[in-house]
T-cell receptor, first 117, second 111 residues
């Protein structure tokens, strides 16, 4: 069990550019979540996958954001036409959800820090 | 709606106890507690389910009052390693998997 990994760890981009982040969940975890966290705030839910299906998406998520999990393993989060307000830490988490009701505990990755200049 | 945590910050000396509270205006299915150290990912501490079941680390205890939609995290005999920001995350139904987090409680343990 190597934990949740995210790449890149840091990304600096200019306003208007597109960026893509990758998340590799704990192997065999079928549930994957994306969150955004800004300074002094708790993580804010963005979207959720069960296997390859995107089952929940925050109403706060604009059309510029899209996420995929094509084979039910790793996931990507893309932000198009980045804005300065997109600067944040983007966290990925996974859980297995199969064993029992407690298996909804989410394990977080180290995050990708995005800075939009 | 975001749960409300209190206090916003607390400073303890090693060995002292602390209680962190989490309150929601919505009916809750479960409450999840995490600790985050600066620059690191949130780490799971405890999950409390509607109906009374809970699971978490041995040295952490918590309660969930379903009638009041409140949860409390109890930190006893604090250690320096307990320092960090504590977040509660809430789920409002079995069919929804997103966690809504509070703004956090910053805990500092000093020698």
């Amino acid at each position: 069990d190597t934990g949740v990994s995210q790449n890149p760890r840091h990304k600096i981009t200019k306003r208007g550019q597109n960026v893509t982040f990758r998340c590799d969940p704990i192997s065999e975890h079928n549930r994957l979540y994306w969150y955004r966290q800004t300074l002094g705030q708790g993580p804010e839910f963005l979207t959720y996958f069960q296997n390859e299906a995107q089952l929940e998406k925050s109403r706060l998520l604009s059309d510029r954001f899209s996420a995929e999990r094509p084979k039910g393993s790793f996931s990507t989060l893309e932000i198009q036409r980045t804005e300065q307000g997109d600067s944040a830490m983007y966290l990925c988490a996974s859980s297995d959800g199969l064993r029992d009701r407690f298996s909804y505990e989410q394990y977080f990755g180290p995050g990708t820090r995005l800075t939009v200049t | 709606q975001q749960p409300v945590q209190s206090p916003q910050a607390v400073i303890l000396r090693e060995g002292e106890d602390a209680v962190i509270n989490c309150s929601s205006s919505k009916a809750l299915y479960s409450v999840h507690w995490y600790r985050q150290k600066h620059g690191e990912a949130p780490v799971f501490l405890m999950i409390l389910l509607k109906g009374g079941e809970q699971k978490g680390h041995d040295k952490i205890s918590a309660s969930f009052n379903e009638k009041k939609q409140q949860s409390s995290l109890y930190l006893t005999a604090s250690q320096l390693s307990y320092s960090g920001t504590y977040f509660c995350g809430t789920r409002t139904g079995a069919g929804s998997y997103q966690l809504t987090f509070g703004k956090g409680t910053k805990l500092s343990v000093i020698p």
